[in-house]
């Protein structure tokens, strides 16, 4: 499957933005979806997953009650809406395919194919 990010931008600190990932190649639903960040100088991070059946959900901490993942399976889309953007949440965010099963009760890791990243910055 390929993978492609997008919605990315410049949002002032309170405001909302969209991310969504496309697939091609293969229906994403035959794969566990997540959502990792790189901020400058800092290793990337899982922020945000969804299991196969997109019923299970896990966060990191420090979104949780902020960011949603969806997942639509007539668009083959995965998304992230990310409401009260602080300035911390700046990065590159890219979502990433695993084709194993996932419980949905800790973060992601070993994931299979990754998107290009898309950039995400909020001012202060």
């Known amino acids: 499957v390929q993978l492609q990010a997008y919605g990315g931008g410049l949002v002032q600190a309170g405001g909302s933005l969209r991310l969504s990932c496309a697939g091609t190649?293969?229906?994403?639903?035959?794969?566990?979806m997540s959502w990792f960040r790189q901020a400058p100088g800092k290793e990337r991070e899982f922020v945000a997953g969804?299991?196969?059946?997109?019923?299970?959900?896990y966060y990191t901490d420090s979104v949780k009650g902020r960011f949603t993942i969806s997942g639509d399976n007539a668009k083959n889309t995965v998304s992230l809406q990310m409401n009260n953007l602080k300035p911390e949440d700046t990065a590159v965010y890219y979502c990433?395919?695993?084709?194993?099963?996932?419980?949905?009760?800790?973060?992601?890791?070993?994931?299979?194919?990754w998107g290009k990243g898309t950039q995400v910055t909020v001012s202060s």
């Open positions: 990433a395919a695993r084709y194993a099963a996932w419980s949905g009760t800790y973060p992601l890791n070993n994931m299979d194919y």
């Open positions: 190649g293969r229906t994403l639903s035959a794969y566990t």
């Open positions: 969804i299991n196969k059946s997109r019923v299970r959900k």
